[in-house]
């Protein structure tokens, strides 16, 4: 089994120094405090600062910890705090609707699961939080496209797998459907990510109306669907009310 990596070890500890600094440190500092070498602690600093996570003073070279890992740090308390406030409404909503919830934030150009509640049934099923699931083929992934412009971008760049029949894999299908999503202000798919499967979702709302990840049900479409290709109505008013709710816990207020 490896072991630790050392340079990492260093750089983490010099990160928790100057996260408990009052103020900048130099290179002389930092190494006598860790009893590290001035060499080893500079060259570490570099890197640290080439990436983000420190910031070197001009005048003085000291450094302080670097505004990527404050962005790192408040990513991880949104998702946090999204998925603290929707616990409860994303219980209420799969006992609602009989169906699956997933409560999902954008990362890599793909949407990361962030909460799961199983099926209210006594069928077997797998946890899904943590997994990544693709922009163009899940509703989740709508959403996101369609009211985050950097995530949109991110979608420009990348193919679009098919992985059914009905996936959408152009361009011009895919702005179609997010048009229609900011018109309707929610989304659907239907079979375009798994066969006999369905989802709905809509998205929640931080403060000032920003949109800060999605909620949705998903099962099959017999269930989800009328006719087997149009969402049921009472399921997208389930869905968009759970959304509304969490937002409001957020802190979105009207929109």
Request: net charge positive; glycine share 10%; hydrophobic share 40%.
């Amino acid at each position: 089994m490896p072991g630790p990596v050392q340079s990492i070890e260093r750089a983490a500890a010099i990160l928790r120094l100057l996260a408990r600094g009052s103020g900048r440190l130099g290179v002389g500092e930092i190494a006598t405090s860790l009893g590290l070498a001035k060499g080893t602690t500079h060259g570490i600093l570099r890197t640290l600062q080439r990436v983000g996570f420190v910031e070197q003073d001009k005048s003085s070279g000291k450094y302080q910890l670097g505004a990527t890992l404050l962005h790192l740090g408040t990513s991880y308390l949104d998702v946090n705090e999204l998925r603290s406030r929707a616990i409860n409404w994303a219980d209420a909503l799969a006992s609602r609707s009989g169906e699956a919830v997933r409560i999902g934030t954008p990362l890599d150009g793909k949407v990361l699961v962030v909460h799961h509640v199983f099926r209210p049934d006594d069928s077997l099923q797998s946890l899904d939080v943590g997994s990544l699931l693709p922009l163009h083929a899940t509703a989740l992934g709508k959403v996101l496209l369609a009211y985050d412009a950097d995530v949109a971008d991110c979608l420009h760049q990348a193919e679009y797998a098919p992985f059914t029949r009905r996936t959408l894999t152009t361009k011009a299908a895919l702005s179609r459907a997010v048009a229609e999503v900011r018109e309707q202000g929610w989304a659907a798919e239907v079979e375009e990510s798994a066969a006999g499967q369905a989802s709905i979702a809509a998205p929640i709302r931080g403060y000032g109306g920003l949109v800060v990840g999605a909620i949705s049900i998903a099962g099959s479409v017999d269930r989800v669907c009328n006719g087997g290709s149009v969402p049921n109505t009472p399921m997208v008013t389930y869905v968009r009310d759970a959304a509304r709710a969490i937002s409001r816990d957020l802190g979105a207020g009207r929109w």
